[in-house]
């Protein structure tokens, strides 16, 4: 089995960025085209990238009409290659077609209920059109059915199974099941397709695991106050740490916000408290 032993930084992105300077950026996403896709928080918009990793367009601006955003922060693209971004700050879900064309919103609040939800931070899909959307406020996920209404909550305030406190990145695992971060417990909650809790991921060097990413070899976490990455194997075993800084960078990692493995096998990182987006290679040897 090939383990890790080091990150790489093999190239920087950070400064004028289509005209801005990148400020605060938050979460990744990737296309099954090999796009590359980046909430800039600060200047509330999302780059995309090309899979070269030259920027290509971007979308978005402060607002709350059709098309901003206040304090954009998660993403994910689905088989379609549409986008929904977690658009916090205004208590919505934005959904984008593969042209970048804003199509609706869901709606993260209720008029006759105001504590039925709080913000939204992770957002996922799942196969059948459903929107898994993390309430780091009201410690739970929301879910949505395919034609945007609100159906169920996942979860509950607490410590313990599929209990959450602050939940931040929903990742779907290779086996069509869903990885929470569950930050404020310093874990990984596993919930299968249906909602059911399956299994946690957990370790005393975890903190304020805010990001997950999961490949053929486990799942990689990135502890957003720690400023520390960490491999778990598919047994649960941690076999892996860096950080916060990193081989072939002198400058410590500071608040960073989400991950996500590029399609040649890279790993992206958005460094947030740095203004950057760190691509690093991953180094392996056989055991």
């Known amino acids: 089995m090939k383990t890790p032993i080091a990150l790489l930084v093999e190239k920087e992105i950070s400064g004028q960025v289509l005209g801005k300077p990148l400020l605060r950026p938050f979460g990744l996403a990737t296309d099954a085209r090999g796009a590359v896709y980046v909430c800039d928080a600060g200047n509330n918009r999302i780059v995309k990238f090309h899979p070269d990793l030259t920027p290509d367009v971007e979308i978005g601006g402060f607002g709350t009409d059709e098309g901003a955003f206040n304090r954009p ?23 984008y077609n593969s042209r970048l064309q804003f199509v609706e919103e869901l709606a993260f609040y209720d008029d006759e209920d105001p504590l039925k939800f709080g913000y939204p931070s992770g957002v996922s899909l ?3 059109g459903e929107v898994w959307v993390a309430d780091r406020e009201r410690n739970r996920i929301a879910v949505f059915n395919n ?8 979860g509950e305030f607490g ?38 809790f399956l299994r946690e991921t957990s370790d005393n060097a975890l903190d304020y695991p805010i990001s997950a990413a999961s490949d053929n070899r486990g799942v990689w976490i990135l502890d957003g106050t720690k400023g520390k990455i960490y491999m778990f194997d598919s047994r649960g075993r941690k076999v892996f740490q860096t950080g916060p800084t990193l081989a072939g960078n002198g400058r410590a990692l500071k608040e ?31 055991r």
């Not at 290659?81 to 879900?93: H, K, Y």
């Not at 945007?148 to 909550?153: I, L």
């Not at 960073?256 to 991953?282: A, K």
């Open 126 to 128: 799942t196969d059948y």
């Open 256 to 286: 960073p916000s989400d991950m996500v493995i590029l399609p040649d096998g890279r790993l992206m990182i958005s460094d947030s408290g740095n203004n950057r987006l760190l691509v690093c290679r991953i180094l392996f040897e056989e």
């Open 73 to 95: 922060s998660f993403i994910v693209v689905d088989y379609d290659l549409n986008l929904l971004v977690s658009d916090e700050g205004n208590r919505r879900i934005c959904r």
């Open 147 to 154: 034609v945007g209404t609100f159906d169920r909550f996942i």
């Open 159 to 196: 410590y313990a199974g599929g209990q959450l406190l602050s939940p931040e990145k929903i990742v779907k695992n290779r086996r069509g099941g869903f990885i929470v971060c569950d930050a404020g417990n310093g874990r990984l909650v596993v919930y299968d397709e249906y909602g059911n």
